[in-house]
């Protein structure tokens, strides 16, 4: 009895839900003129360490693209900060907090407009221990990981726009 019931309201619900408008945004696959605009994003050389790690996290998610086909650019400027904190009463530090920020910009290669402008960010606490290798580590760790969520973020925002723009032609 409960079973059906069950059954029942699900199944009452159902258009409802079906109702509301929501839409996959990657519907339709590999074919989705959302990752096909992906697929068409070339990503700019961003200085510096930070930089090389977060132009390969966002080349492994968006594809690389040649300049040549490339119908955006994505231009990324990041600030990548250390900062100590928790000190104990010889002054050292305890803690330290890393935060990667990310300036981006999308321009259309054809006419050099922007056609997006946004940031994105993260940020991580990381213990300082005894070993100074250890923490060298631990920091380099977080870089990877603070990389990894700010790449996802920029290309949802990425994913969003495209969907917004194909919608609209």
Do not use: H
Not at 73 to 96: H, M, P, W, Y
């Amino acid at each position: 009895m409960r079973r059906a019931s069950l059954l029942l309201a699900l199944a009452a619900g159902l258009p409802l839900l079906s109702g509301c408008g929501l839409r996959p945004l990657y519907a339709g696959g590999e074919g989705s003129p959302v990752v096909q605009t992906l697929r068409s994003v070339s990503v700019a050389p961003i200085a510096g360490q930070s930089g090389w790690i977060m132009r390969n996290k966002l080349i492994t998610r968006l594809g690389e693209v040649g300049a040549s086909s490339a119908r955006y650019r994505l231009d990324v400027t990041l600030d990548d900060n250390i900062k100590s904190f928790g000190l104990r009463s010889d002054r050292a530090a305890t803690q330290e907090r890393r935060s990667l920020r990310a300036r981006y910009q999308l321009v259309e290669v054809g006419t050099g407009t922007v056609v997006l402008d946004a940031t994105s960010g993260s940020d991580a606490g990381i213990d300082i221990v005894g070993s100074e290798y250890a923490t060298v580590a631990a920091e380099q760790t977080v870089l990877e990981q603070l990389s990894d969520q700010v790449a996802d973020q920029i290309v949802a925002r990425l994913a969003l726009y495209a969907a917004r723009t194909t919608k609209a032609r």
